[in-house]
């Protein structure tokens, strides 16, 4: 089941316009933003989504060239960039796997020359890469093309936490004062930027870690609980992230913490919705699907158009 609930102070892209906090600037860090460069997105979000709805959308970005540069796997993040500039008129090429690259066959091409020859032949280049910090390397060797940081080690992934974020406007029409849960592996890349755009909204945000998987240094924005069952009915957000770490053959199963549906029914109140960036194990159940609580469906759809919204503002392109 899909949920959204209409948010009553939809703003038009046309009010909202001030300073473009995007326009010709690398996305790296969530620390970039402000509350006002996100209503900003969110709001080109919106018009995304219903221009493609219409089956219509603008092509502001025709001759616009994304280079895909996945040093790692990747599913959402890949496609759904890739799928964003096809829609606004660009074109795409890249990699998904750095195999097929110089820097992954007998010659070692170092990373750092394969970066200087993206930012030639590209327009923006979105990139995934197991250094934490490497794309902010790649900003500062490229020659002209933007990059979007597309997960970094264990750093950041800006992108997925601006696409959470929207998500959370677009059910609760709003984001001020939202009391939110983080579970599982706090030690991600994508809890880590979720935290950063939540606090310039006065959100209070509890943290349950599965064993083993507490941050080394506690966030100062995280209050650290450790029973799920009686936090459940005090939030309105549950955030599960991804349990993908790598398990050895014949070791106990590591579920993490368990989201499933007789947890939720029993114990979460009856607004909460469930956040999950994708892709789950068996740390959000199946059973969840077809509930009230799940949000995370709405959360993989908004990708797109909020990646359209991005890669329009950074190019300052005309919205007709």
Same mark, same amino acid.
């Given at each position: 089941?899909?949920?959204?609930?209409?948010?009553?102070?939809?703003?038009?892209?046309?009010?909202?316009?001030?300073?473009?906090?995007? =326009?010709?600037?690398?996305?790296? +860090?969530?620390?970039?933003?402000?509350?006002?460069?996100?209503?900003?997105?969110?709001?080109?979000?919106?018009?995304?989504?219903?221009?493609?709805?219409?089956?219509?959308?603008?092509?502001?970005?025709?001759?616009?060239?994304?280079? +895909?540069?996945?040093?790692?796997?990747?599913?959402?993040?890949?496609?759904?960039?890739?799928?964003?500039?096809?829609?606004?008129?660009?074109? %795409?090429?890249?990699?998904?796997? &750095?195999?097929?690259?110089?820097?992954?066959?007998?010659?070692?091409?170092?990373?750092?020359?394969?970066?200087?020859?993206? +930012?030639?032949?590209?327009?923006?280049? !979105?990139?995934?890469?197991?250094?934490?910090?490497? &794309?902010?390397?790649?900003?500062?060797?490229?020659?002209?093309?933007?990059?979007?940081?597309?997960?970094?080690? !264990?750093?950041?992934?800006?992108?997925?936490?601006? %696409?959470?974020?929207?998500? #959370?406007?677009?059910?609760?029409?709003?984001?001020?004062?939202?009391?939110?849960?983080?579970? @599982?592996? #706090?030690?991600?890349?994508?809890?880590?930027?979720?935290?950063?755009?939540?606090?310039?909204?006065?959100?209070? %945000?509890?943290?349950?870690?599965?064993?083993?998987?507490? &941050?080394?240094?506690?966030?100062?924005?995280?209050?650290?609980?450790?029973?799920?069952?009686?936090?459940?009915?005090?939030?309105?957000?549950?955030?599960?992230?991804?349990?993908?770490?790598?398990?050895?053959?014949?070791?106990?199963?590591?579920?993490?913490?368990?989201?499933?549906?007789?947890?939720?029914? =029993?114990?979460? @109140?009856?607004?909460?919705?469930?956040?999950?960036?994708?892709?789950?194990?068996?740390?959000?159940?199946?059973?969840?699907?077809?509930?009230?609580? @799940?949000?995370?469906? #709405?959360?993989?759809?908004?990708?797109?158009?909020?990646?359209? =919204?991005?890669?329009?503002?950074?190019?300052?392109?005309?919205?007709?």
């Amino acid at each position: 089941m899909t949920r959204a609930r209409t948010a009553e102070h939809r703003i038009p892209v046309q009010e909202t316009r001030g300073t473009n906090g995007f =326009a010709g600037r690398h996305v790296l +860090s969530m620390s970039q933003y402000g509350a006002g460069d996100l209503r900003l997105l969110f709001a080109a979000a919106e018009d995304m989504r219903a221009r493609v709805a219409r089956g219509r959308p603008d092509r502001p970005l025709g001759g616009r060239l994304l280079m +895909s540069a996945f040093f790692e796997r990747s599913t959402r993040t890949r496609l759904s960039h890739e799928a964003a500039m096809l829609r606004l008129g660009g074109v %795409v090429s890249g990699f998904a796997d &750095p195999s097929v690259t110089r820097a992954g066959g007998a010659t070692g091409e170092s990373d750092d020359d394969v970066a200087r020859m993206l +930012s030639l032949y590209a327009d923006v280049v !979105v990139v995934r890469h197991p250094v934490t910090g490497w &794309p902010a390397r790649m900003a500062r060797l490229g020659h002209g093309a933007l990059v979007i940081n597309g997960g970094d080690g !264990v750093g950041e992934h800006p992108t997925q936490a601006l %696409v959470d974020l929207y998500t #959370l406007w677009q059910v609760f029409g709003h984001l001020n004062g939202l009391r939110v849960l983080v579970t @599982n592996d #706090l030690r991600m890349r994508c809890a880590h930027s979720l935290l950063a755009g939540l606090r310039h909204f006065g959100c209070t %945000v509890y943290g349950v870690a599965a064993p083993g998987k507490a &941050p080394e240094q506690s966030a100062a924005e995280l209050v650290p609980r450790d029973n799920l069952p009686d936090l459940l009915p005090e939030v309105d957000v549950i955030y599960s992230s991804p349990t993908i770490t790598p398990q050895e053959p014949g070791s106990p199963r590591d579920d993490g913490v368990l989201l499933n549906r007789r947890l939720l029914d =029993a114990h979460a @109140n009856e607004h909460a919705v469930v956040l999950h960036p994708l892709p789950r194990r068996h740390e959000l159940a199946t059973d969840v699907d077809d509930t009230r609580f @799940n949000g995370y469906w #709405l959360q993989a759809a908004n990708a797109v158009p909020l990646r359209m =919204a991005l890669l329009s503002l950074m190019f300052d392109a005309a919205i007709g």
